[in-house]
């Protein structure tokens, strides 16, 4: 019987998975709230969606997957969420029971964009008829 390498595991642990998902609704609650010092972030952050968040094994980092509703101008909300990261630090510092507060960084989430292609890919398949036979 093989001996399991600690942090081996490419897959989040059940308390990654539910410690994300705390962290999810709390940054979007902060979203909603919107109590920021950034102007684009005021008039934009209903129009955000924060679909993931990962924390890292040790929960002292999380990466916060993020998109727009309508797809456009992620290339200017996203360096303003990250400048606005300390917001939502604070506010699971306050929420939350972690013992350290994760630092929070901002990244675009393409995963609908890739399932989108996935499916055009698959739309693009032809199978052949076996009547001809």
Do not use: C, W
Request: hydrophobic fraction near 35%; proline fraction near 5%.
């Amino acid at each position: 019987m093989r001996k399991k390498i600690k942090g081996s595991n490419t897959e989040p642990s059940q308390r990654q998975l539910r410690v994300g998902e705390q962290l999810r609704h709390i940054m979007s609650e902060t979203l909603q709230r919107g109590h920021f010092t950034d102007e684009l972030l005021l008039d934009k952050s209903n129009t955000i969606i924060i679909s993931e968040v990962r924390p890292s094994p040790d929960l002292k980092h999380a990466r916060a997957y993020v998109m727009s509703i309508n797809g456009e101008g992620m290339d200017e909300l996203l360096p303003a969420l990250n400048t606005q990261a300390h917001v939502f630090q604070k506010e699971i510092a306050r929420s939350s029971s972690l013992k350290f507060t994760p630092k929070v960084k901002f990244v675009t989430d393409n995963s609908f964009d890739e399932a989108q292609h996935i499916e055009e890919l698959l739309r693009g398949v032809h199978i052949p008829d076996d009547d001809n036979e």
